[in-house]
């Protein structure tokens, strides 16, 4: 059997100074992928890219608000001027809290829907322009949630925006068929993150889906035949109800 490698590949992270996408672009980085991360932090994303590096990965840091379009639009000028082409991108960042609805503001609402939805949207366009403009078939995979397919109580913002994220996704996948770019939604129940513990400190830590879950799945789909595509994987802790 051939072995897996993402050898040669060029992928961009976001939301990559912490949790799921620091997970996500460590286990890139260890199959061989050369991973730019984004995320806002800039000490952060020195540490994790030093980590990799030190592991044997490749590994560069990118300072970027995706919720800024001039920001995204400047960042993947940059990684194209530098490495010349941009062969996946997983759109991972994103922020939310819980409130109820009467007390949600419109800053709230804009704050999860600029990151989560309109951040994704950013990153996904331009990205997309490299991928026809040098013909690469490359795969954009978006992190969503359960909570972009069902309603959760004082989560209306934040299930807002993940429902947003994945009609999107759905529209992206149509229209990169067209070029050989493939399109994946992951749609992750309760994950081991600071949010979560925030907002559900009933859950049991022990059975909350760990970041290196995602990761794996993440490979799992950068790994499948191009005959066959994932549209959308959900997943769920295993002690909780079936969706």
């Known amino acids: 059997m051939k072995t897996f490698s993402l050898t040669g590949k060029l992928a961009i992270v976001t939301g990559a100074s912490r949790g799921i996408g620091e997970a996500i672009a460590r286990k890139m980085a260890q199959s061989g992928a050369r991973v730019i991360l984004v995320a806002r932090s800039q ?12 592991a044997g990965g490749q590994a560069w840091p990118v300072v970027a608000d995706i919720s800024r379009e001039d920001q995204v639009i400047k960042m993947v000028e940059k990684i194209t001027r530098d490495f010349h082409r941009i062969d996946i991108l997983i759109n991972n960042a994103g922020i939310g809290y819980a409130l109820p609805v009467p007390e949600t503001t419109a800053s709230d609402w804009d704050l999860m829907m600029n990151t989560n939805a309109r951040g994704a949207f950013f990153c996904s366009r331009e990205v997309f322009k490299v991928m026809v403009e040098q013909k690469i078939s490359g795969t954009i995979i978006n992190i969503a949630s359960l909570a972009g397919k069902k309603g959760y109580r004082y989560q209306a913002a934040y299930c807002a925006s993940k429902f947003a994220l994945i009609g999107f996704s759905k529209v992206l996948a149509m229209e990169g068929r067209d070029y050989g770019i493939r399109v994946h939604l992951i749609c992750p129940g309760g994950v081991n993150t600071e949010f979560i513990r925030k907002i559900r400190p009933d859950i049991p830590p022990e059975t909350l889906i760990q970041p290196e879950d995602i990761a794996e799945t993440v490979l799992f789909l950068l790994h499948q035949s191009p005959s066959v595509v994932t549209d959308e994987i959900l997943m769920r802790r295993f002690t909780s109800e079936v969706i």
Not at 43 to 54: D, F, G, H, M, Y
Request: net charge positive; no cysteine.
């Open 43 to 54: 000490e952060r994303l020195k540490t994790v890219a030093e980590s990799i590096r030190q």
